[in-house]
């Protein structure tokens, strides 16, 4: 079993919707947890990052933790074409581990 | 802005060769990392280095090794390449060994024939 696991989609959505994205994980010692957006034929770019439970918003995108029940999740509202990317989530004691990323399309 | 600058965006190698992918980053950053990252498996660990002449083996080190000289590069080698190596190599840096906010290069896309 996977320390991280990710749905890897695809997920397509008309501009507009709300888009949501999930990760579990099964270490409990993750204390960071983080998602990054990959735009093709680019590296992944730190999007957001909360430490511990609970939520987190920035503008369009809100990051909310669980470790209760080792769930994590981004949710984009207002989603534009733009923001059609990979999104990995990742989570960290020491070191990063990450998902194996969704790829989002938002159709104009 | 931090940069994270990886030498080769695509390389292309042939089975047995010894090949080199180099990453420099800019910003004085103490820690640097390896990855490799494949459909449907996601970003996995190499090696990372906390320190200059300092490594440590990741997730996946078998075939790979690496190299830190110089606090701003990080050099992986692939002794003998091979075709299950053929993948997106990342490069990445952070100042914070709690590890939030890696910077990452653009990626190197290696194919072994």
């Known amino acids: 079993q996977k320390e991280v696991e990710q749905d890897p989609g695809p997920l397509s959505v008309p501009e507009g919707a709300i888009v949501s994205l999930n990760c579990t994980y099964s270490?409990?010692?993750?204390?960071?947890f983080m998602w990054y957006r990959q735009y093709s034929r680019k590296g992944p770019e730190l999007l957001m990052y909360?430490?511990?439970?609970g939520n987190k918003e920035d503008g369009r995108f809100t990051a909310q933790v669980d470790k209760s029940s080792k769930y994590i999740s981004l949710f984009i509202r207002d989603s534009q074409p733009s923001d059609s990317a990979t999104y990995l989530c990742?989570?960290?004691?020491?070191?990063?581990?990450f998902g194996a990323g969704t790829t989002v399309t938002v159709r104009a | 802005d931090v940069k994270v600058t990886q030498s080769s965006r695509y390389l292309v190698k042939r089975t047995g060769e010894k090949v080199f992918l180099e990453c420099v980053q800019d910003?004085?950053?103490?820690?640097m990392f390896w990855y490799r990252q494949d459909p449907g498996l996601g970003l996995r660990l190499i090696y990372f280095?906390?320190?200059?002449?300092?490594?440590e083996k990741g997730d996946i080190p078998e075939g790979y090794s690496v190299s830190r000289e110089k606090k701003e590069r990080f050099s992986l080698i692939l002794e003998s390449a091979s075709t299950n190596q053929t993948s997106m190599y990342l490069c990445?840096?952070?100042?914070?060994?709690?590890?939030?906010?890696?910077?990452f290069g653009s990626g190197t896309r290696l194919t072994v024939v």
């Open positions: 990445a840096s952070s100042t914070d060994r709690a590890n939030y906010g890696y910077t």
């Open positions: 270490n409990s010692a993750f204390q960071y």
């Open positions: 909360t430490y511990s439970s």
């Open positions: 990742a989570m960290s004691d020491y070191k990063l581990s």
């Open positions: 910003m004085d950053h103490e820690n």
């Open positions: 280095s906390y320190d200059v002449k300092m490594k």
